[in-house]
């Protein structure tokens, strides 16, 4: 996802349960009965995406999309689409046919391609986080709530769909590890970061809008920074788990390599949630693979720890249950967005996406100002 969607002259200027009903039933004749899929953002994670969705019998990408053109090409040998029609205009493919979009721009872009997107009554997967800024998410707010009931608007917060992750929710709900008392989350990974691939390139003095364009994930205007574009994540699933929002935060941040950018490589957090819970998080981008990722949820009879590999539950010392992810939780959340698409029990969880990208952002501003921060003066919503 290397590609952005500001107009070309300005960026060379200025630089749940389902269920699935057969294609068939839905449109048509077998020929035209798959769900048509128009792809956003041709880089490294929308083609992952979009191959996954390509390879289902139940769609297919039609339509490319990036600025850069050199992308849809690379992507669409990827994808293994099939002639499909590419575009350098966004608003030309929202234009087209198809019936279900994949966003996966940088993630400056994604309010205003969701506020399109809506306006054009498509279905839609949009990779994480909701934006970088507090008014981006509020834009994805508001479009949310103007959009078509009848049409999904699905985000890229798969630990949602993975069955690890639901089988721990069901037992921290079902009182299991008894009271709550604490919870914590964690992202350290390669020195690359966020899942972006290591600089190899020379990096200009003073990099244009392309560059930086085509190196998004170096800059907070563009990310969000680490905490916003990787971390949201962790946040979104204390927002799940916890069924609220925090009250306030404070922590402390910063980078220790001289590393390409403005963006930050390690962190540590506290925020308080409603009743006196404090939950801890840290984070960096400074650890050799494998890294470490996952969340932790203690209660006065056991532990819960959850992660995209396993969840894991202890009384006391003891381990007594362990399950193991048997795939990407990616997939699960693609085949769920399909399947709601086809029986038409469709999901919007636009407002709910922006809202755990609202708690990244109120730590950052804690990181950034060095100062303890409140939702109510900081955010808002």
């Known amino acids: 996802m290397e590609g952005s969607f500001v107009s070309r002259r300005s960026v060379l200027a200025g630089a749940g ?132 009931p009848k049409k999904c608007i699905s985000w890229g917060f798969q630990q949602r769909y993975g069955p690890v992750y639901l089988e721990g929710f069901n037992r921290l709900k079902s009182g299991l590890i008894g009271n709550l008392l604490y919870a914590q989350a964690y992202w350290y990974s390669p020195s690359s970061g966020g899942g972006a691939p290591a600089q190899t390139q020379e990096w200009p003095a003073k990099p244009t809008r392309e560059f930086m364009i085509r190196n998004w994930y170096r800059f907070r205007e563009l990310c969000g920074d680490f905490i916003v574009e990787q971390d949201c994540h962790n946040f979104d699933v204390l927002h799940w788990f916890l069924e609220s929002l925090p009250e306030r935060a404070v922590g402390y941040g910063g980078r220790k390599l001289n590393r390409p950018g403005d963006t930050l490589d390690h962190l540590s957090l506290t925020f308080e949630w409603p009743n006196g819970l404090h939950v801890n998080y840290q984070a960096g981008t400074l650890m050799p693979a494998p890294g470490m990722v996952g969340e932790g949820f203690g209660g006065s009879k056991g532990t819960i720890l959850t992660s995209r590999q396993r969840m894991a539950r202890y009384e006391g010392p003891k381990e007594v249950e362990f399950i193991k992810s048997t795939r990407d939780i990616t997939y699960d959340g693609l085949e769920a967005w399909l399947g709601m698409i086809l029986s038409g029990k469709v999901e919007n969880v636009a407002e709910r996406s922006a809202l755990s990208t609202l708690i990244a952002i109120l730590g950052r501003t804690a990181l950034y100002e060095r100062r303890e921060t409140t939702w109510k003066k900081d955010i808002g919503v």
């Not at 269920?19 to 953002?41: D, F, H, Y």
């Open 17 to 148: 349960a389902f269920t699935i009903v057969a294609p068939a039933a839905v449109r048509g004749s077998q020929a035209n009965s798959q769900i048509s899929v128009g792809l956003i953002g041709v880089g490294n994670r929308g083609t992952y995406d979009a191959t996954f969705v390509n390879a289902d019998p139940r769609a297919r990408v039609t339509a490319l999309c990036d600025i850069f053109e050199e992308k849809i090409g690379v992507g669409a040998q990827k994808i293994k689409a099939e002639k499909p029609d590419a575009y350098q205009d966004f608003e030309k493919l929202l234009a087209s046919n198809v019936d279900a979009v994949i966003i996966a721009t940088p993630v400056f872009e994604h309010p205003r391609m969701v506020e399109a997107a809506v306006q054009a009554r498509k279905h839609i997967y949009c990779e994480k986080p909701a934006g970088a800024d507090v008014d981006g998410c509020k834009r994805v707010i508001a479009a949310g709530r103007r959009a078509d």
